[in-house]
């Protein structure tokens, strides 16, 4: 019998954007197919997409969800935004009767007090990860308990911790939770020599307490949330890859490519990269050329070094990844399963690596190529730039253990089994 299942998300459900969405969409995208009918609720959906007014995502990604957002009406496989409508006309409307009522003498407009002081900007930085790992705010409760209400749920599935406290107490089905990092470890590595981390194991634990299911990226993670939600199911669930390797790169490319969103470990170990591989490797390769996709391009400074190229989120990485010779993880510090790491993996290309990375996918292990040092990871990249068949063999084994690992059943089955499917 079908299941009904409603996801709550403040962070981004497209799967173009980065790595955890993509994640959130390949679960769903299973579930849907088996037996599940799944709606997501996007709690803060991007202005942009408000701005359009109508905006309709792409057929690949109805076909498996419905998508809903606060202030948003369905229409078709779209959204419509009234507001984006309904505001200007409202706007025009209550000036043209304030300018009648005062040309009747019967309205008089208030004196506005002279504007405040702006106080002194503040010298402490202010950490976007506490407002993104805030509890759910009134807003997003109100339109969590609307959406319950609308779709009557079998299964309510928080994307991250902080979001199952906007599952009201009225809601008897099954409380679960897609949490796809450890956020304490990510807070404590992240966090300033002289300033707390942004969340502490205790807090998230209490915010994972009244999950009943918890689904994991990661085996390490898995041990650490049962630790921190002893009353809970906690069920591994990395992100699969369907191996789909693409045709080798041409023989002579020299490309590079790193893809990744503008998380703060991305963005360290981009210019780990930048800073003290790419001088290293240009010496070694001259013609090196470096491919920047995704968010990332836009959280580095100007001007690149030479042989750089900034893409941007790009909306197909299919052309990047056929050119591409090598794909780099140059990351430094890494909690979890590193998402673009095992896609690059599925689609065959070799793979160059911190050993940050691996613990969340000890599976890679001898599989690509992993290097700590700048010069021992400008040598791996370059060796591989000058041998087209080592890259090849390289790619060739890093497929296979992805493919072995993170087929979709074994990734995804036991968490469906854990949401009630197959009842």
Same mark, same amino acid.
């Given at each position: ?223 650490? %949330?049962? !630790?921190?939600? =002893? @009353? &809970? /199911?906690?069920? $591994? ?5 369907? +191996?789909? *390797?693409? #045709? ?32 290293? %490797?240009? !010496?070694?390769? =001259? @013609? &090196? /050329?470096?491919? $920047? ?5 836009? +959280?580095? *400074?100007? #001007? ?32 979890? %399963? ?5 896609? &690059? ?79």
């Amino acid at each position: 019998m079908p299941r009904t299942l409603l996801v709550i998300t403040r962070h981004t459900p497209l799967p173009w954007e980065d790595g955890a969405g993509a994640y959130l969409f390949d679960l769903l995208t299973y579930l849907s197919s088996r037996d599940f009918r799944v709606t997501i609720a996007w709690t803060r959906p991007h202005d942009h997409l408000r701005w359009r007014g109508l905006w309709t995502p792409p057929r690949d990604f109805t076909r498996s969800v419905r998508l809903r957002a606060p202030g948003a009406w369905p229409l078709g496989r779209g959204l419509l935004f009234p507001a984006v409508y309904w505001q200007p006309f409202e706007a025009r409307a209550k000036h043209r009767v304030k300018t009648a009522l005062r040309r009747l003498g019967l309205f008089t407009a208030r004196r506005r007090p002279p504007p405040a002081p702006h106080p002194a900007p503040s010298r402490t930085p202010i950490d976007s990860n506490v407002a993104w790992m805030a509890p759910a705010d009134a807003a997003e409760r109100a339109f969590a308990a609307r959406m319950i209400a609308s779709v009557r749920p079998d299964v309510v599935l928080a994307n991250y911790a902080w979001m199952l406290s906007a599952i009201p107490s009225s809601f008897h089905g099954l409380r679960a939770c897609l949490h796809s990092d450890v956020a304490w470890k990510r807070a404590a590595l992240s966090a300033p020599a002289d300033g707390a981390p942004a969340i502490t194991a205790m807090a998230e634990g209490a915010l994972l307490a009244s999950a009943e299911v918890i689904g994991s990226i990661s085996a390490a993670d898995a041990a650490e %949330l049962a !630790r921190l939600a =002893p @009353r &809970a /199911r906690v069920v $591994l669930a990395p992100k699969s890859v369907a +191996a789909t *390797p693409l #045709p080798p790169a041409p023989a002579d490319s020299t490309r590079v490519l790193f893809v990744g969103s503008d998380n703060p470990f991305n963005i360290e170990g981009v210019a780990w990269f930048l800073n003290s591989v790419w001088p290293a %490797l240009l !010496r070694r390769v =001259p @013609r &090196a /050329r470096l491919d $920047l996709c995704g968010s990332i391009a836009r +959280a580095l *400074p100007r #001007p690149l070094p030479a042989g750089v190229d900034a893409h941007g989120p790009v909306p197909d990485l299919s052309p990047f990844y056929r050119e591409a010779a090598v794909v780099i993880i140059p990351l430094l510090r890494a909690t979890g %399963l590193n998402i673009k790491l095992v896609e &690059a993996a599925g689609l065959g290309r070799a793979v160059v690596s911190t050993s940050a990375t691996l613990d969340g996918a000890p599976f890679l292990r001898g599989a690509l190529a992993a290097a700590d040092t700048a010069e021992d990871f400008a040598a791996a990249v370059a060796g591989l730039l000058a041998d087209p068949a080592a890259r090849d063999a390289l790619a060739t084994r890093v497929r296979d253990s992805v493919a072995e690992a993170l087929s979709p059943q074994t990734c995804y089955g036991p968490l469906a089994a854990a949401l009630g499917g197959g009842r």
